[in-house]
């Protein structure tokens, strides 16, 4: 009798500490890609607050349909300017910082098979602004809490597979302010790109070849059969010509690096 008393306090104790697991599992709907996106375009606006992060005065906004309620992030960003000062004696001609380029990355990330990288976005009106709402992610931490704590990845082949993804991503969209507080990690240690209110800038040329050193046989293969047409389709809304122009004359030069690394190194060293 001891001993059952025992076993059941065990499992007991199991389902204690285990509860808070299931219940977070259990607030985070599991909706398909679409239906994440009739979320973010037709729930209401329940409450919101500032976030601490960034430079673009996002709000985290709670949303509800009636059935699910769930966190959104909003970012209404869109300033043009010719000529602007960034601090440390850097300029910019033609200085971009758009909630547009958020919803170009997101349908360029589609269309080189990088979605599942990225949260769902959709282009909704809040706050009687315009701006690029998207699913807020079930994160642990982003990259500099990870290098800061030298929190060790589980996966390191899986982890840099993903690295790599991202760091060609880049270069796709050449994002002037990229930093490592934009890449989320989840508890299973998927990675995701977030905020890119300034990338699509008009360079022809590569931000930084050297970030370029693999790639996967799928997104190589996407890169080479990215159409122009298409990208234009998808991204016309949120992207000029000559922005268009540059993202397919740096596919063009992404392709044709690792094409070189190949020739030289071997197609085992370069794509996985």
């Known amino acids: 009798m001891k001993r059952l008393n025992a076993l059941a306090a065990n499992f007991l104790l199991i389902a204690v500490l285990a509860a808070p697991l299931v219940s977070r599992a259990q607030e985070e709907p599991q909706l398909t890609v679409e239906q994440q996106k009739e979320f973010l375009l037709n729930a209401k606006l329940i409450k919101y607050k500032e976030t601490s992060k960034g430079i673009t005065a996002p709000k985290r906004c709670t949303m509800s349909d009636g059935r699910i309620t769930h966190d959104a992030h909003f970012q209404s960003i869109n300033e043009r300017k010719p000529f602007k000062e960034l601090g440390a004696g850097k300029t910019e001609i033609n200085f971009v910082d758009s909630y547009l380029y958020n919803l170009a990355a997101y349908e360029l990330a589609q269309l080189v098979g990088l979605a599942d990288m990225m949260p769902v976005t ?23 809490q990870r290098t800061q704590k030298k929190i060790a990845v589980p996966d390191p082949n899986a982890w840099n597979a993903q690295m790599h993804k991202l760091r060609v ?45 693999k790639c996967s046989r799928e997104l190589l ?22 922005e268009i122009q540059g993202v397919m004359a740096r596919r063009d030069k992404i392709v044709a690096h690792f094409e070189k690394l190949i020739a030289e190194k071997g197609e085992a060293q370069v794509l996985y």
């Open 122 to 144: 959709v282009e909704r009106k809040l706050f009687g602004q315009t701006g690029a709402l998207a699913w807020w992610l079930p994160v642990q931490m982003d990259e500099v």
């Open 221 to 242: 293969d996407k890169l080479r059969k990215l159409d122009e047409a298409e990208l234009t389709a998808r991204t016309k809304k949120y992207l000029t010509r000559p």
């Open 169 to 213: 991503f880049g270069q796709l969209v050449y994002d002037s302010d990229r930093n490592l507080g934009n890449v989320l990690i989840d508890k299973d240690w998927q990675i995701y790109m977030i905020d890119f209110t300034r990338a699509f800038r008009l360079y022809h040329d590569l931000q930084n070849r050297k970030d370029l050193v």
